[in-house]
């Protein structure tokens, strides 16, 4: 389950904290519980679809990749908790690094759903996602 957020444009470190501030979120008198959310992950072509799509506009986002050296990884709830990227879908001539400062990624940067590496510290809106552990009441709100 997705959201997109909402909020100001912020750079990626602000932009990850604005997630975790959405979950963990209860629903219901029942406490459908949908658990902690992050700035998104992508591990498919339909995934990547999904999220460029969401995006009003198709302007463009972040994503929830980092580099650590010269690896991308994907970071959830913090620091410690990373997978690296496997699926990519990096726009032609990217990620180029450009001045050796671009770990942070965007997603729909020239053709719709293409990852550019970019600024940390550039702000963007971002998209959000849930990782859902239980949801068996419908959402009220
Ligand atoms: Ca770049």
């Not at 620091?79 to 990227?85: A, H, M, N, R």
């Not at 001539?93 to 759903?113: A, Q, T």
Request: proline share 4%; hydrophobic share 35%.
């Amino acid at each position: 389950m997705y959201d997109r957020l909402t909020a100001e444009p912020a750079d990626v470190a602000t932009m990850r904290d604005t997630c975790e501030d959405v979950g963990p979120i209860k629903f219901g008198d029942s406490g459908a519980f949908i658990g902690l959310a992050y700035l998104a992950d992508i591990q498919s072509m339909e995934e990547n679809d999904f999220v460029s799509e969401m995006v009003a506009g198709g302007s463009r986002a972040w994503i929830g990749a980092e580099k650590d050296v010269s690896s991308f990884y994907w970071i959830r709830d913090s620091e410690s908790d990373k997978v690296e990227v496997s699926f990519t879908n990096w726009k032609f001539n990217e990620p180029n690094d450009k001045d050796g400062s671009e770990d942070c990624v965007e997603i729909n940067r020239g053709p719709p759903g293409k990852w550019n590496d970019l600024l940390c510290s550039r702000k963007l809106p971002g998209v959000c996602k849930y990782n859902i552990t239980a949801y068996t009441a419908s959402r009220k709100d």
